[in-house]
């Protein structure tokens, strides 16, 4: 096609803490799920521990049949893309639970009320595994991005971060250590 130019996009880091400020900040999410070539979405009722992501839904909905054959979600919340990992980890009134339960009925009265005590409720857990936002700095377009490296049982991640020294390419992830 005669004239036509590709954009340039930059890039640029994100932080932990701008991600955690929004999932706290927001009081729903969006959520993605995928099975069988089926992509369904919904907006979920949700809290956080740091980058860790949690919601409670019925154990036979279509996220969780879609979520135990493909735990790869994607969730927006405000303008950030969060692609992550997701499993669940029992009733919201289990024992285990206990930081959900108390953090859910606190952010979520009403949802927490009408919907935990069903036996047939869980809680699922979304482990984040990458970020993503799109910024204009100095009026241009630039993806903001973020990637976790590793876990730990009580940090959830060890590292965020972005390495833009341009050796490897624009843009490219490198652990850290």
Not at 43 to 57: E, Y
Not at 85 to 94: F, I, K, N, S, V
Not at 100 to 120: I, L, N, T, V, W
């Amino acid at each position: 096609m005669k004239g036509t130019c590709k954009m340039e996009i930059g890039t640029c880091s994100i932080t932990k803490e701008e991600v955690i400020q929004a999932l706290e900040r927001e009081n729903t999410l969006t959520l993605a799920t995928c099975a069988e070539n089926r992509v369904t979405i919904r907006p979920m009722s949700h809290i956080n521990d740091g980058m860790t992501i949690l919601f409670q839904t019925g154990k036979d909905s279509l996220k969780m049949q879609q979520i135990r054959a493909n735990p790869h979600v994607a969730v927006c919340v405000g303008t950030y893309e969060i692609e992550g990992r997701a499993h669940e980890t029992g009733h919201p009134l289990a024992a285990d639970n206990a930081f959900f339960a108390r953090a859910y009925k606190e952010k979520h009265p009403g949802s927490f009320e009408k919907y935990s005590a069903y036996e047939d409720e869980v809680v699922v857990c979304v482990t984040v595994e990458r970020v993503r936002q799109w910024r204009y700095v100095d009026g241009q377009p630039v993806m903001a991005e973020g990637v976790l490296y590793g876990q730990n049982q009580n940090t959830k991640c060890l590292a965020f971060e972005i390495d833009n020294d341009g050796v490897d390419g624009p843009g490219s992830y490198k652990a850290p250590g």
